[in-house]
């Protein structure tokens, strides 16, 4: 067997057993010992394509031949020949040779952009850092083909033009291609600026090799300008010295390199060039964080687009490191012992969110790849010591058992979704699986609303469900969210009060409608029903209709206060209605020359019906609307405080009419009135007594019905946060009040409800300590074991402890300004270190994070307080401004604030044709990697979907039937809008 077919087998080997790249560099050395072969010939073999160039490269092929470059197989001037020789570039350069025949060239397959790309962006590294060329023969190998490459991107270029002038059709240069050229100007730049290369064949390069890389420099410069003009201005500044000297490469001591060098340095911002791209294992750790640390920020659209601005075209990686990410951020979780809630959310996320989002990605995948090997990949990578099988759960050694069935739950949920054959868990688990998929099969939407229409208990039961851990929650999701939607548009108030009071009691479902549902598009039909709520003409009974509102509002209390949602945010935009009148003004009593005279007469009303014998009548109700009484509710406790200080009412009086409030109907109006009793104990005074006694009556009913209690533990939790505080202030300022504490212990199961970005007091201890440095120091140190752990992942396979409430904190104590100073001072030393291109992508992460408080899905809903805070983008963007006056004082700061600039806004800017919309809205555009067209039923809907269709929503998602358009869009709403 020759020497040629030897290594051809041990390539095919290599690819079909899926061969790790370190293993194979063991085995490639062994067989080059064997069987040696030329670097030239091994290049070939590994660089010539195995397959049509419109399919995607081997996700492995890349990693071999960088192992081959790192072992001396090859060398770099192999490579790039081998590169060129199967290059379409390489096919126009012969096509052109023959200007009066400019047919098409026969087909023949070549490699991708993306290989090429990718390998000259490697090379390009080790150029620039002066690990390659290694030997004077490599060097100039290397400058030989550098001028085949420039000269045959040039004539593929000249050969689309003579296409145009011959048919007169506008031809626009490829994304692809673009990409290319700037990666070749990259690598040729690289080398010019590498003076010992120029140095090492100043001697014996010979007069026409050097000729001839003049004139190919002299064509791609202008050729580069149209599309990369900062590689081209310094490539040209390096052909004007070489051009007007006798000896275009002269010794640093001839004095022309000097002069050289300097016009080389860069001279302003605009000279800056972007390095290569490195996504780290950190940088998604670090966005999910993000999207999690609070409340859940999975806006399908700009996660979409987020993914796609970091990955491009890579499905493959996008994919296996969405996965490994999603299983990192949940043993971080359990690693920092996060709340019970946080790891429900998490482990939600991985089990019934990725799945949607990798079937999305699967109708992009073509053979050899497959959702099967990515998913096989991703848990190859995933910390066995966080999510042990079943069986080392019982190993006293292995560590936490917590985590045990999550890799089983993620694979069933993949399999409910036809991403991975169910006979295929067993082998990935290594061990016989202790559960089966779901007895109904994957559920469609459609299939759910249709069920609940006709069965009125199925919809009890589906929210029982939600909080499952099977695949199944994104199509619950979405067919609660339609069938709260239809309510609302049909007013059937009875059935919405229904899964209103059942969600309200269930603040882990509420999570999981947001990973699934923009709090928007979820509640703004129930806050317009709320606005516009009216009594029917022939209504009989006015009980049921408080009962019916108060159920729905509380649910929109929960939201708002779990997540500390603005109106806006919630869908009230317009500031006259309801729900945005009733939190702007939630705990304010007012002052009854402030009254209307309507308003009087029923606050009149209501303390007569609640402190009178006669009660609270029809009569009452149905002249005051439940909006009306709620606006209310803090005047009519200002009022009865006043009445008791006055006595006016004795206080078993007042005690005794509060007691009507916790009846089911009116019980939602304790949430304001808590609330203003909180704010009063700051300024209680001698009325500290009676405020005292209505607590104790309102948190500590002596009777109270079933489902009455239920919602009392609802209304607990929204106001137990600042109940707590104005409690514990009270006492801390001296009260030696013994009623206090047992309100404290009443509230304390309670205090957990709030899901957001604040820190807790020991997190705030371990950061600011002088330990640490401070909390900018701590930032810092953050930082670097972000980028330790993304170059020794594949050893260190558990994540270092991250929240991204530590940077959140910083921005609130010191503004944005402080925190990207530190990030940009870190990551200027690791770049002087040696991690360069791995603390850029961190800080890129760290810098485009998303954030309730600025992500750019929400800018059109902020408060007016949040929309003059800095955000770290902005405070960016300063920085840039101030590193052009300080350019020439230190260069490589500013070089490196320019860059981290670019690449934040490359990953965080919307794409062409996209509004600022959430999930939900009829106007999203949301870009398609490339080859994602196929049918994707990522939910089980019913047939009739075209071919060109998704339908997302059973998945969860909000968007009704993404159309793909022939432009690489996808548009919302079937209509194509």
Known sequence: MSSDTEWTRFLDRSLDARIRPDKFATLSTALHH???????????????????????????????????????????ADALRAL?????????????????????????????????????????????IQQSPKSKSEALGTLKILAQWMSAMVSSGTRDEMMQDMDGTARQVDPETVALRGALGTLVLALTENLPFIETINDSCPKDLKKAFIHSLSMFVPFLSQT???????????????????????????????????????QSMADVIDGPVVNSRAGLYIYLNAVLVGRPLVDDTAFLNYLHARYKADVSSLTIELITASFDVLSNAMYRNETSQTMFLFRSFLVNKIPVLVAILAGSMFPPLTAEFCITQALNHVDPNAFPSFSQMFDPLSGSGMLSDVRQEFLFACALHQLIPEESIESLLGEIPMQTLPSGGRYVKEDLVQQCSTNSEKIEELLGEIEGMDGNAGAIVSAITDIIHNLCASKETMSLKSICSSLSKRPLSLDVLLLFNNPSHLLQPVCQLLDEWRFEEDQGEYQPVYDEFGCVLLLVLAFVHRYDLTAAEVGATNPDSFIARLLNKRSLGQRMEDLTEEQKNYLGGWIRGLFDAEGISDELMSACRPQEFYFLVPTLFQQSLAACKLEVLDIETVKGGLEYLLETFLLPSLVGAITWLADRLWESGDDINILMQMLHTLLRPSSISGDARAMHNTILSIVAKPLEHSLREFRRLGSPRQDIDPLLDLLKPHLSFKRTVDSYHTEYEQWMGPQSGGLLASIRNTFQSLVLWSSTAEINMTPPSYTHRQLLVAVKLFGAKAPVRAIIDELRLQSENGSGDLAMDVATSLVSAPSATDGAELKTSLSPESKGRLTLRDALKLEVEDAEAAFAADPLRAELVVRLHRRVEAQTAAPSGMTAAGQGTTATNIPVPPGLMGSIDVSGVASGAGPDTMDLTGAGASMDMLDVGGDGFWRHGSDGC
């Open 228 to 266: 990369a003009l900062q590689i081209a201005n310094r490539l040209d500044a390096f052909h004007k010295l070489i051009s007007v000297s006798d000896n275009a490469f002269k010794s640093l001591d001839g004095g022309v390199m000097s002069g050289l060098g300097g016009s080389l340095q860069l």
């Open 34 to 76: 064997r069987t040696p072969l030329s670097g030239s010939k091994v290049a070939d073999i590994f660089l010539k394509p195995r397959s049509p160039a419109s399919l995607r490269a081997d996700p492995l092929l890349l990693p071999y031949v960088e192992q081959l470059l790192d072992r001396d197989r090859i060398n770099t």
């Open 84 to 128: 060129l020789k199967f290059s379409r570039f390489h096919h126009a350069h012969e096509a052109i040779e023959d200007s009066r025949n400019v047919g098409e060239p026969a087909e023949k397959w070549y490699n991708s952009a993306e290989v090429e790309e990718t390998l000259m962006y490697r090379i390009a590294r080790a150029i620039s």
